[in-house]
């Protein structure tokens, strides 16, 4: 994950460096998207990851100029921005594919509200990638992600190329909320912050787990509610913070871009690489759950089960999430399969 962020300092402080000769293999990233508020920031973040070697930047329109501006930036990755007839070309022989297209949340407006406009938005890009990538690691940023995965893997499935261990909901956005909630409220450096975040992308669907949060440092009843109420909610802040004229773009492109650096580490086959992700998985009764996952070539390599000694707040917040989990699950799939 330093990664991102070593090549970022490495940028400013060296405007003349390049990475031309990188010891990392060749990667295509195709990011879809990539003229929305949450694909410009994600977009200049990826072009100046030291993993990246071609970005295909794609949106259905205003591409052309995101990609010009971000070419100018000396790094290694080659950028090359693609309209509505340029798809095919935009996700062939991609490694990974960024997916944060649809329309963001505005005031009063829920992640149900979303999935009417964003579903069929991930369903025209997911028959897309069947098409013309079907071998690729995909990050679903799309919202609602509880319901866009299912949806997703639904497409994959119906076209014969779904592999559970490349399709990836992006939660790390909740991982860095609570990081940065939890160290600001204990006084720690948020650089040595650990926090488990399970469950969901919505709402009392995430799940941090204070308890298992290192360093430890003791919470009480009121401190845990109010962070993990924080962290559930973190979204709704920012809406309502910029006034209805944007909602979590910014911090979301941060956490995509940390996420795809892990995807594009284990793909590498970089040792000791996970995160937390909605994934399929066994670990609970529900089919897709975000909990810690390894990673490697072929993508997850392990789904972590959840940790022991979760505090009864915990055990209680999980039982209550799990039907709205189940139901937005059931949601996406009925979509997918509704044709």
């Known amino acids: 994950m330093n990664a991102l962020l070593r090549c970022s300092k490495q ?80 996700l062939k022989g991609a490694d990974l594919v960024i997916i944060p297209a649809g329309v963001p949340r505005k005031p009063g407006m829920t992640r149900d509200d979303l999935f009417k406009i964003n579903a069929n938005i991930v369903k025209t890009l997911i028959t897309a990638c069947a098409q013309h990538c079907p071998g ?119 956490a995509g871009a940390l996420f795809a650096d892990s995807c594009l580490r284990g793909l590498n086959g970089d040792s000791n690489v996970f995160d937390y992700s909605y994934v399929e998985s066994d670990i609970t009764d529900v089919p897709f759950f975000s909990s810690r996952v390894d990673l490697g070539p072929e993508g997850v390599e392990k789904v972590h089960s959840l940790p022991g000694g979760l505090s009864s707040y915990e055990q209680d917040a999980l039982k209550k999430c799990m039907p709205e989990l189940a139901s937005s699950i059931q949601k996406g799939i009925d979509f997918a399969k509704a044709g």
């Open 136 to 254: 690729a690691m995909i990050n679903m940023i799309s919202n609602p992600v509880n319901s866009t995965v299912p949806i997703a893997a639904e497409i994959l499935k119906a076209a014969g190329v779904y592999d559970k261990k490349k399709l990836f909901g992006v939660t790390t956005l909740d991982v860095v909320r609570a990081k940065t909630f939890y160290a600001e409220k204990k006084g720690l450096n948020v650089a040595d912050v650990d926090v488990p975040v399970v469950g969901g992308h919505a709402g009392a669907t995430i799940l941090p787990l204070f308890s298992q949060a290192s360093p430890h440092a003791q919470l009480s009843d009121e401190e845990t509610d109010q962070l993990t109420k924080r962290t559930q909610d973190g979204g709704t802040e920012v809406v309502a913070a910029k006034a209805g004229k944007g909602s979590a773009t910014l911090s979301m492109a941060y």
């Open 11 to 90: 940028v400013l402080q060296h405007g003349s460096r390049s990475f031309a000769s990188s010891p990392h293999p060749d990667r295509k990233v195709a990011l879809l998207g990539a003229a929305g508020g949450i694909g410009q920031p994600l977009g200049l973040l990826l072009k100046i990851s030291p993993y990246v070697s071609h970005l295909s930047l794609y949106d259905i329109a205003g591409t052309p100029g995101v990609a010009t501006d971000i070419s100018h930036i000396n790094s290694k990755a080659l950028c090359k921005g693609y309209t509505q007839d340029g798809i095919a070309e935009a």
